[in-house]
Every structure is written in C-alpha cells, then in structure tokens.
C-alpha cells in the first residue's frame, strides 16, 4: 500500500516559498511530453533553508538555478518532493522534465482522453506535471507554450488570453497564452487535440465584449447549443444577482470523454466530462438537459467563488463548493420552477448526503483531517456546503446576503481564503453573531428535531428539542443555530401566521395566539437541513392544503413512508394514505412536474435510511405490494392521465412539454407494477413512436423490468442505433445494470466484454458497475455474489484509477446498518479488499474506515 498518512488541518503551515511567475512549455509527442518550467521563486519564511517541491512519479532531466546548471549535489530526489539545498531569497528556477500522458490513466495531471490531451490538476494533479509548490495558497501568473504535431493537434489551449502562434519546421507549431490573474496550480489547464469548435459571444454589462467557444470531438458541434446557451444565460445571471463581470477576452470550453468528474472550472479553460455538453433531443433526456445547464454554470460561477476568490487549503475546500452549489442552484431555480428545484436539491442530498452522514465515512462539511483529500469531494461539503449557505441567505435576508457577498468580494479578491473569513464577512455585512453557526463547519451527521405541540387556552406552544447525534469519533457534539421556517394553518389550509423562526438552545418553546388548534407546516422550503421527527396524522390535510409546496411534497413522502413501515409490520396497506394520493391525481391545476412529484412514493434509499436494521427484501416487498395496489385501484385515472399527456412528435424543452412527459412517464412507471399486456403494450409503442430519449429511456425501464421478450427486441435495436455513441450507451449500460429482473448480475458481468464497454472511461464504469451497486436487490442478494463482483471490480479498478475505485467503495457505506446475514457477506468482501497488498490510499481510507465503524 502506498503511504496512507493522516493529514490535519491542524498541522497547516503558510508556505516558506512563493512562486510570482510559472513560465511553461510543453513539447507533445507521441510516446512522452517535455516540460520546461521556469519559476521566479521568493522565500517568505526566513528560516527556511531548502526549497520543497511537489514531485510525483516524474522524470527529471535538467535543473538550472539562476542560469546555472545544477550539479547533484545541490538537490535531492525523494519519494514524493524534489528538494532544491540552500537556495537564495530570490532566485529563478528552470526544471527540465518529462511524462508520460498516454500511459496516465488515473487521469490526474496530463492525460490523454481519446485523442486529446487535456488536465486535471484539483486537487493535486500538478506535482504530476512537473515539480511545484502544488498548494492553493500559493499563486503565480502562468504563460504557458504548448508545441504539438500541426496536423493531429491543431487546436493548442491554455488558461487565459491567447499571446502568439508560431509554425516549425519540422510538422510542429506552437501557441503562447497568457493569464493576467495570478493563480493556483490546481486551476492550471492545457488541451491539444483536433477538435471542432462552436464559437458566440457576449457583452458584460460594462461593454467588454467576450468571445465563447465550445471545444468538442469533429462531429458533434450540433450538440453544444444548448451548453452554448447555458453559459450566456449564466454570465447574465452573475451579473444581475451578483453583480459580477467576466474578467477575460475569451472563454473557452473543452468537452473530453474520459474525466472523473463533472467538470473543472480552470481559468479561462473548463474542461467538462462531455456528459455536461453534449446533448440534443435525440440523445439526451430532459434530465441531461437540466444537468447541463447546471453544471455548465457552476463552472463558470467558480471564476468568482473560487478562482479570484480560492482555498487556502484543501480542508477549506466547501468554501468554494457549498457556495458555488448554492449559487447554481438559485440560478437553475431561477431559470425553471423553483418549487422542482427545490425539491429535487433536497431529494439529492437526501439520497446521498443523509446516507453519507450516517455512515462512518461521515465528516464535518469542513473535515478536520483526511488521508486522500479525492475522497473529499463529497455530497457532505457540496449539497450539504450548500444547504449551509443557503441558511445564511435565509438568516440575513436577500438584500444583506448581496451586502455580504459584495463585502466578501472586496476583501478577499485575489487572495486564498478561509471557510472563517466568508463567515465573517456575512456576520459584518449581515450584522449578526455567527460564532454557534460555525458548528454546521465543524460537526458532522445529521441533527434531528423532534417537534411536540400543545395547545391550551387558545395558546399553541410549540417544543422543539434538537438532538445532535455523536461524532464518528464517540464525541458530544453540540446544538445547532439555524433558521426553521413555518407556519400554522387554518382548517381550510389558510396561513394563520408563518414566521422563520431562530433556533439555538436544545430545547425551545415557541407559543402563538390561535382561536382553534391550527395546523403546523414546519420547515418549510426545507429552511435547515435536518430531520423532522413528528408524531402527527396530518400528512393527508398537508398533501391536499398547504401552501408551501416543499411541505406538500414532504408529507406525501412521509404518509408514504409511514405505510410502507406499517406494512413491512405486517399490517395493511393504509386507505387514508391511498384516499390522499387518489387526491393528488384528481387535481387538475397543479404544475405537471410538481404534480409527479407529489405521486412519486418514498425511494427504497429513504426507506432504508428510517430502518435500524436493514433488509432490503422487505422493503421491495412492501414497496411493490403498495405501488401494485394504488396501479390497480387508480387504472382507469392513471391511464387518463397517460393518454392525456403523451404527445410522442413533441421534443420541446419548455417547462410544460418537460411536465407532460414527466407526468406520463410517472403513470406508466406506477401502471407497470400491474404487470399487465396492456401496460408493456403502452411502453411498447411509446419506445417505437417517440421522438425523445426522455420517453425512450422511461419506455426501455419498464419494459426491461416487466417484459423479456419486448425488452430485448428493444433494447437490440436501442443498441444497434446507438452503439457508437458513448454518452447513449452509458444510459444503456444503466438500464441493464439496474434491472429487477433475475439474471442482472450474469448480464452484467457479460456487458464488461461489449465492444462499447471500456474500462478505463468513468462514465461507462459508473454506468455500469456504478449503478449496478446501486441496484439493492442484486446488490445485496443473500449468496453475496453482488458483493463479491463488485469488490473484483474495486480491486481491479484501483489498478488503473484509485478515484475511481474508492467511489465504487462507497457501494460499501451502509454496511453498518445491514442484517446479520448481509453484514457478515460484506464483512468477508471487505476485509479482501484491504488485504490487497497494493491497495490506494484512496480506497484504503474509505473501506477501512467502513469497516472499523
Ligand atoms: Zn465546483
């Protein structure tokens, strides 16, 4: 294994060297590349003697200081730094080095994709590039030459503005960038490939005029407008909301197959995994195409939140990430229905955030010491970072947040930061104590509310008692301070009074006057994030009357919840709760995407996360019997509303058409649980005639999960359409491996050897053995061979991409709340995994952590 050491925050020390400029020049060819960089260096720390650089697996060639070639014994190579003895205050570096990109598949540094060379460098890819001080707090001003065969890699791109071209010779040529705003090495980028381009532009409120270009594989060019327009509509919105400008001439983006991640916002260059950009009716749902426009934006917010503004250090990393998630979710709710978004944000962190923070990977949104900072791109410091934000937007109201943000803006612009100087920017601005705020930082799991009501002499009192559960580690931890929006309602669902109320203490009592015992909405709009514990039964007045659309949403998901934990009591299936729901589908007004979220019943991962010990054949079972119930009782209103809202020629994006389909699509889904010829004839058709993959896709799922033999007539010939098409062929990878139907895991296995399956690209990986661990029931069947599969899978992928692997580990998180039977088959899995005698620090860290919790 390699070195697996714990790093603290703790232990921070500001750097003893900076570099002012990192001058750079890359020579690609097709075996290796060169890299010349020379640095101005000055020391900081007067004590410091030698300098340390980040250096990982390169190969040196040359060392000159201050034009002096350096002998041997002027520097030392050690396993993960190259010391430069003895070094002046000020003196300039030239390091002469070189790597191997085409053999790079743990795509961190300089890597090739296909056939296009491009970077990834956040965290620490840089120190893979060529030797530095590869930490966020210490900014240079880069140039950077790149030199590459004309004919396969006419396009050259760097961070910044474009300086210079120039021809060679010998086939080769070469471009100069430049990038005026100094910055960390982690936002560093470079991309040469043969690549078309989509070119457009935009005006800053100011005049400056900014040229747009969308990089992509030569063919693909009809499938970037809708990226194209997301980003202009992004800029405009940073500059209405924010009031913050684009700072450069140009902004490139580059879209490359194989990436990690979603996206990286580097200077003036994003790289995207093309999952994020690609995308036309033909190929991508309406899911796709909502993720684009997100993602898109969360990028280029970074410029500010981010890139102008960055971390000091990586345990600051939610700085950025909560904050730039908060900001591209306001921008999407914006954009679309706020009341969707809202819910849809929720249901993600849910989904993931709440399972991670019960689990003993859980960590504070800024952890206080980590072993592979990769593992830290969590749904924690994101949605959860996020969650935290957007409780100061609610605490200090929309105008002094503005205040706040443009205070934060003036402060810190140019500089690297702390998580404490955001915060104290919103207290100054926002005028207000955040000292006990702070804890959302520095604690991790969820916080629980249990709230209890009385009411006596036209008194209602509400209590609140908040608790907090224990760290990872068994310490106390303490209560919160955060906003809780509610409201009390009348018989008829009309606001007696709603207030946002300030919760501090552990336990509080909030009293109101009221004629008669109102109803209480609480956490409306999902104020904080935590989880509500109430004893009530009025879940079906809430579903049918509130006002706030999120607590309407929750209680359907709650009454849903509550009878499917009766029936797997073994009682029966609750008619109140199939009355209400029969409610929601006789009312016409409502918006249609809403609308489908109020029928969509409880996930199995929500039901899970409520159950002490978990038995996933128990809830499918309930989960089935009351979804066959409410299809049967409902058919003729279900199949009302399919008919209704199928239109199988439109492919329009506007929020109505994205309804229809939603709507239909959830009636079809509930309608298959009838198993019924007249169900699969319906998905059928709906595969043959519809012009868009949102309907494809929702047909192919039932069909797969219902019908044999429709299924693979048709899934023979999605695959025969769409089989060069790597972003279609994730989704056809996902269906399969997320199959109910026997035989998943042999198909499955089977798919690994499809001509377009490909190990060594992520998103193939995740789609298929990603959602195959994802898939509870076969995942977690009782012979323990999905257990087995993917923890082959995990020891093989660690070979090639550790980042990869440990994020198929986190299959593994719920290991402690497993039965007896399941728990003891992954037990034996995981305990094989950490025996690996090369195991990455990166799935060390997260399968021993699982196993010790
Ligand atoms: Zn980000």
Redesign the pocket.
């Given at each position: 294994m390699s070195k697996a050491e714990t790093i603290y925050l703790k232990d921070y020390k500001a750097p003893q060297f900076t570099i002012k400029t990192c001058d750079l020049v890359f020579e690609l060819y097709e075996e290796h590349t060169q890299v010349t960089n020379l640095m101005n260096i000055e020391r900081v720390d007067e004590s410091a003697k030698d300098l340390v650089l980040d250096s990982i697996e390169l190969e040196l060639l040359e060392i000159y200081l201050d034009d002096e070639k350096l002998s041997e014994d002027r520097y030392v190579i050690e396993e993960e730094h190259l010391r430069v003895l003895n070094v002046a205050d000020a003196f300039k570096l030239i390091i002469i080095n070189k790597i191997y990109p085409q053999l790079n598949s743990e795509l961190e540094g300089l890597y090739k994709s296909g056939k296009i060379f491009c970077t990834q460098n956040e965290p620490e890819g840089f120190r893979r590039i060529t030797p530095y001080i590869d930490r966020p707090d210490v900014m240079a001003i880069f140039k950077t030459t790149l030199v590459a065969n004309r004919e396969r890699y006419p396009v050259l791109l760097s961070n910044g503005n474009k300086e210079s071209n120039f021809k060679l010779d010998d086939g080769r040529h070469g471009a100069t960038w430049f990038d005026p705003h100094p910055k960390p090495s982690y936002l560093f980028a470079l991309v040469a490939g043969d690549l078309g381009v989509v070119q457009d532009k935009f005006v800053t409120k100011s005049g400056k005029y900014v040229r747009l270009y969308i990089y992509t594989d030569r063919g693909n060019e009809s499938k970037c407008k809708h990226a194209m327009k997301s980003l202009k509509d992004a800029m405009k919105w940073d500059e209405e909301v924010y009031g913050r400008e684009y700072d450069l001439d140009l902004y490139n983006i580059v879209a490359v197959d194989s990436f990690n991640m979603g996206a990286m916002?580097n200077k003036g260059l994003n790289i995207f995994n093309s999952a994020y950009v690609l995308a036309d009716e033909d190929t991508a749902t309406d899911a796709n195409f909502m993720g684009i426009q997100s993602v898109i934006a969360?990028?280029y917010f970074?410029n500010w939140t981010?890139n102008r503004i960055t971390c000091r250090d990586w345990f600051q990393l939610t700085l950025?990430?909560g904050l730039?998630?908060f900001r591209d979710q306001c921008f999407s709710a914006d954009l679309n229905s706020k009341e969707v978004q809202r819910i849809e944000d929720v249901d993600a962190l849910r989904e993931r955030q709440f399972v991670e923070d019960a689990s003993p990977t859980a960590h504070p949104i800024q952890p206080d010491s980590y072993m592979a900072i990769n593992n830290f791109y969590t749904a924690t410091v994101y949605e959860k970072g996020a969650e935290v934000i957007r409780m100061l937007h609610t605490l200090l109201g929309e105008q002094k947040y503005r205040k706040a943000m443009d205070l934060y803006f003036d402060a810190f612009d140019g500089q690297a930061v702390r998580t404490d100087d955001f915060l104290w920017a919103m207290g100054k601005a926002g005028g207000i104590d955040l000292e006990q705020f702070k804890r959302w930082y520095h604690q991790s799991g969820t916080p629980k509310l249990q709230v209890d009501e009385r009411f006596e002499d036209k008194k209602y009192t509400l209590v609140l008692t908040q608790k907090v559960p224990k760290s990872v580690e068994g310490s106390e931890q303490k209560p919160y301070f955060f906003p809780l929006k509610m409201a009390l309602l009348d018989d008829n669902g009309q606001e007696i009074e709603a207030r946002t109320l300030i919760v501090t203490q552990e336990r509080e009592e909030f009293v109101f006057r009221a004629e008669k015992k109102p109803t209480l909405s609480i956490n409306r709009d999902f104020s904080a994030p935590i989880i509500v514990e109430q004893s009530h039964n009025d879940y079906a007045f809430l579903m049918k009357h509130d006002t706030n659309s999120y607590v309407r949403y929750e209680s359907a998901q709650s009454f849903g919840l509550q009878c499917i934990e009766n029936m797997m009591k073994g009682k029966e299936i609750d008619e109140e709760f199939v009355s209400a729901f029969g409610h929601i589908l006789e009312e016409d007004k409502l918006d249609l995407s809403f609308k489908s979220l109020l029928m969509e019943l409880p996930s199995v991962s929500a039901i899970m996360q409520r159950q002490e010990i978990v038995d996933f054949d128990s809830i499918y079972a309930a989960k089935e019997k009351l979804q066959k119930h409410l299809a049967l009782t409902f058919k003729d209103k279900l199949f009302s509303i399919y008919s209704k809202n199928h239109t199988p020629d439109s492919k329009e994006l506007d929020s109505l058409s994205i309804g229809k389909r939603a709507i239909k699509n959830r009636a079809l889904k509930l309608l298959s649980a009838l198993e019924s010829d007249e169900a699969v004839a319906v998905a059928n058709e709906q595969y043959n005639s519809s012009v868009t993959m949102t309907d494809r896709i929702a047909a192919l799922d039932v069909l797969e999960n219902t019908s044999p033999e429709f299924s693979t007539v048709a899934l023979g010939h999605f695959y025969k359409k769409y089989n060069k098409d790597t972003l279609v062929m994730n989704k056809y990878f996902s269906i399969l491996a997320a199959s109910h139907r026997e035989g998943t895991l042999d198909r499955v296995m089977a798919l690994q050897n499809d001509p377009a399956y490909n190990e060594l690209v992520p998103n193939l990986v995740r789609s298929l053995i990603g959602v195959f661990a994802r898939n509870y029931k076969h995942f977690h069947a009782k012979d323990g061979y999905g257990y087995k599969f993917v923890a082959d899978r995990i020891i093989d992928i660690d070979k090639i991409n550790p980042q990869m692997a440990s994020g198929l580990a986190g299959a593994f998180k719920i290991y402690k709340k497993m039965n007896r039977t399941n728990k003891k088959l992954m037990k034996t899995e995981l305990e094989r995994i950490l025996l690996e005698p090369s195991l990455s620090k990166n799935v060390y860290e997260i399968v021993s952590k699982i196993v010790k919790g």
């Open positions: 916002e969360h990028e970074h981010g950025k990430e730039t998630v």
